[in-house]
């Protein structure tokens, strides 16, 4: 999945383990809504496809294929492909899961009739050898459809200032001045966590260098959940007011559901969805 300034994040198996309880509660079924079922719904699967899952993690979007996909996983840590087989078993689904990185696929040419890749192009520091690794490795004529953040949003700008050196910097005096105890919203997060977020007319121009026409480019998660889950809201919300978060996210994905391929709304959504065909 992704690529590393430094330590690979996700090769710790204890992180590893964390990683799904982003999706778990009332806040975790919207994001997985937003993200998963939204990029799903983008692929016109038809008799039994071979898929790429392009930085699979642990699995999340297998188990929502339909059952006639014939699945391959793919990431860079070993940890969370473990733990997408033991989930690919559990729920008795079949697939296959391969260690390596995905702008060096070990795959032949033209082998997939599909490559989704959902939040992974961000970690990559080659994004345009990532997007032409997967058109090489589909069918002319074959779907790519990638979900990566919006870099033009209040959520991505805020992710770059806590990756920032000034997050850093802020965290250690707050740090001093609580005896090494702080906890602060404002401290650095993920010091080695690469990120490089992304807007439409950048996703539109790494597609057409790697020989994908665009076909669809809408936005997704109307709702600014991180907004909540960023300040520490989540728990509270989730505990006291989950019909009421229930209803708020009904409501904005029925929104989003009008709204999300239309001007503005598609430049300025959390993520932005982009689904090409590989051209011949």
């Known amino acids: 999945m992704p690529e590393m300034s430094a330590e690979r994040y996700w090769d710790d198996p204890m992180l590893a383990g964390k990683y799904d309880e982003e ?20 692929f016109e699967i038809k008799g039994r496809p071979v ?19 014939r699945y391959i996983g793919v990431d860079t840590s070993l940890p969370m492909l473990q733990i997408a087989k033991r989930r690919a ?16 696929l070990p795959f032949k040419n033209g082998v997939f009739d599909g490559v989704m890749s959902t939040r992974v192009l961000q970690h990559i520091t080659n994004q345009g050898q990532a997007v032409a690794e997967c058109a090489r490795a589909t069918k002319i004529g074959g779907q790519v459809v990638i979900l990566v953040y919006n870099s033009l949003t209040i959520h991505c700008l805020w992710k770059c200032f806590r990756h920032s050196r000034l997050a850093f910097l802020l965290g ?13 919203l404002l401290a650095r997060i993920h010091r080695n966590y690469y990120n490089d977020f992304n807007s439409v007319p950048e996703m539109k121009r790494l597609f057409s260098k790697a020989g994908i026409k665009v076909h669809k480019v809408k936005g997704t998660d109307i709702s600014h959940i991180w907004f909540v889950t960023n300040f520490r809201l989540a728990t509270m919300c989730e505990r006291f ?16 559901a009008k709204v999300s391929e239309r001007v503005p709304f598609v430049y300025l959504l959390d993520k932005i ?3 090409g065909i590989v051209n011949g």
Not at 25 to 36: K, L, M, T
Not at 51 to 69: F, N, Q, W, Y
């Open 89 to 104: 078993k559990a729920q008795g689904r079949s697939g296959h899961f391969v260690a390596c990185d995905i702008t060096q």
């Open 172 to 184: 250690r005096m707050f740090g001093l001045l609580s005896g090494g105890r702080s906890n602060s």
């Open 241 to 256: 007011i989950p019909r009421l978060l229930a209803r708020y996210f009904s409501l904005c994905e029925r929104v989003e």
């Open 51 to 69: 898929l790429l899952d392009a930085g699979c993690g642990t699995g999340r979007h297998l188990i929502k294929l339909p059952e006639s996909v």
């Open 273 to 275: 969805v982009v689904k």
């Open 23 to 42: 999706f778990k509660g009332v806040i975790g079924a919207h994001v997985n809504r937003a993200e998963v079922d939204t990029m799903i719904e983008e």
